[in-house]
């Protein structure tokens, strides 16, 4: 009997595949749904791998103020 373990996506995986999917991500949101701790750093790195992103600072509804990141395809 052979175990073949699967391989996890990375987190720059998981957020360009959510990226693409969904549009935009914060965060907030990536924390929560993939646990990425740091999404600027996997946003620069998405980047500098030519996936096109844009950023826009956002007020959520108490004016704290966050980015939020979309696809600029």
């Known amino acids: ?3 073949t373990k699967t391989k ?3 987190q720059k995986k998981l957020i360009a595949d959510h990226i ?3 549009g935009s991500i914060s ?3 990536a924390l ?3 646990r990425v701790m740091d999404l600027p750093k996997v ?3 998405l980047i500098k791998q030519g996936l096109g992103i844009r950023k826009e600072y956002k007020n959520d509804n108490t004016g704290v ?3 939020r990141y979309y696809s600029s395809v």
């Open 1 to 3: 009997m052979s175990i």
């Open 8 to 10: 996890k996506p990375t």
């Open 20 to 22: 693409k999917k969904v």
């Open 27 to 29: 965060g907030l949101e």
């Open 32 to 34: 929560s749904l993939y």
């Open 43 to 45: 946003m620069s790195d």
């Open 65 to 67: 103020r966050y980015i």
